[in-house]
């Protein structure tokens, strides 16, 4: 009695990860965390007026440095938002994450405080 080998393929897929309709589930705990991003953006808008005692609006090259980067940070979150409605942009979220410690890092040094700076290591775990 001979025994045959046979082997199972799949299909090749036209899609790369991160399109069609798999998409949305691996953009699941994206859209939560783009969420929880303008969530903080908010609360630094309602107190970054305090933190630098200027006002946040208009901004101009002559405010204070934690007013420019919140804006920046609030142009990124705006960005990234946009970025999970277009297709084939979930490998490049992945690295959100980095920009956020990032933004955060800038507005904890230029916060004032000498050990605001480290503040954001709170957030890594």
Known sequence: MAVKA????SPPTSNPPG???DRWKLLGGERFYTLARWVI??????ITRFIADTAIWPISTESNP???ILWAYAAFGVLA????LIPGTGQILSLAY???IGFISLM???GGDDYA???PLYLLP
């Open 81 to 84: 938002s946009l970025a999970i």
């Open 19 to 21: 399109t069609g309709s």
């Open 6 to 9: 046979s082997t199972t393929t």
């Open 41 to 46: 953006i908010v609360l630094l808008l309602a």
């Open 98 to 100: 980095l920009l956020d």
């Open 117 to 119: 700076i480290f503040f």
């Open 108 to 110: 904890a040094f230029f």
């Open 66 to 68: 934690i007013v420019i």
